[in-house]
């Protein structure tokens, strides 16, 4: 069901904040002038989730919306899988995903990511009924992943002799998980944070950091509009928005890697800890 969020609309010329040149609707490259139509996972909190009415709402989303704001655009959702999302920028059915996605060596040779949103650790949930506590100690139990999700490679790299299974999205594995129909879910690091307070017959049973950022993808020939959604991502960083957004999802600073790319966000961190 798609769900449209007005964030502004103009008519006529557009301005495009931060760049300080006069533009049209199309000159993003969207088949819908005016109109991003943007893939979301309605089940990876915070990055991404659906509210009690089901309309979007996390930090991706926030995002999003404030781009689009800038932008003069307004934003289509579209709750789908990752997988799905992924596949239909190739096809032109969406402008951009808008979610938590990891970027990885093989999702860039078919889409191309924005600039880093986030730096996370990958988690293993179980429930409180298991002791297990080591990536090593999974042989032979079963591990839920979310289909096309960057975790799918983390439990036979990781997780020697687990037997993986895939779910269409982090709901099914985590009501999975709780009736004990597997043993284990791998997930991000902040979408774990949210389950186990959501939840408390789950636990953290291990977490390993990752070796790529998250972000939001396009497709490969939509350059235009993911240059216009980076300078926006990066005023957002300059003028403390980002900032603000991410306090209001995050209990923790930003990890160095994340540092690394916006400095500025580094320093906003740090004032504020004075």
């Known amino acids: 069901m798609s769900i449209r969020t007005a964030v502004a609309v103009t008519a006529g010329a557009l301005v495009l904040s931060g760049c300080g040149s006069s533009t ?3 000159a993003y490259g969207l088949p819908d ?34 781009v689009a704001k800038r932008l003069h655009l307004t934003v289509d959702y579209k709750a ?5 999302s992924l596949a239909g920028l190739t096809t032109h059915q969406y402008d951009l995903a808008a979610s938590g996605l990891g970027v990885t060596a093989e999702r860039q040779k078919t889409v191309s990511f924005t600039k880093p949103l986030f730096w996370s650790t990958t988690a293993v949930l179980t429930t409180t009924r298991s002791t297990l506590s080591d990536l090593t100690a999974f042989g032979g139990r079963k591990v839920g992943v979310v289909t096309g999700t960057a975790q799918v490679a983390f439990v036979p790299a990781k997780m020697p002799g687990a037997s993986p299974v895939n779910f ?44 790529h950022p998250t972000s939001m993808a396009v497709a490969k020939d939509h350059a235009a509009l993911l240059d216009a959604v980076d300078k926006q991502i990066a005023a957002m960083v300059a003028d403390g928005t980002y900032a603000r957004l991410y306090r209001k999802y995050f209990t ?13 966000l580094g320093r906003q961190f740090s004032e504020a800890a004075k």
């Not at 789908?80 to 799905?84: E, K, N, R, Y």
């Not at 923790?252 to 500025?264: F, H, I, R």
């Open 252 to 264: 923790t600073a930003p990890l160095p890697q994340l540092v690394s790319a916006w400095p500025d």
């Open 33 to 66: 002038p005016g109109v991003i139509h943007a893939a979301t996972d309605s089940s990876q909190p915070p990055f991404a989730y659906g509210d009690s009415s089901g309309k979007p709402i996390g930090f991706v989303i926030d995002v999003t919306d404030e």
């Open 24 to 26: 049209s609707d199309d």
């Open 168 to 211: 269409p999205n982090s709901n099914v594995a985590i009501s999975q998980l709780l009736n004990g129909s597997i043993d284990a879910f791998v997930v991000g690091g902040p979408d774990a944070e949210h389950f186990l307070k959501q939840y408390p017959a789950l636990r953290l049973a291990a977490s390993a950091p990752v070796d």
């Open 80 to 84: 789908t899988s990752v997988a799905s």
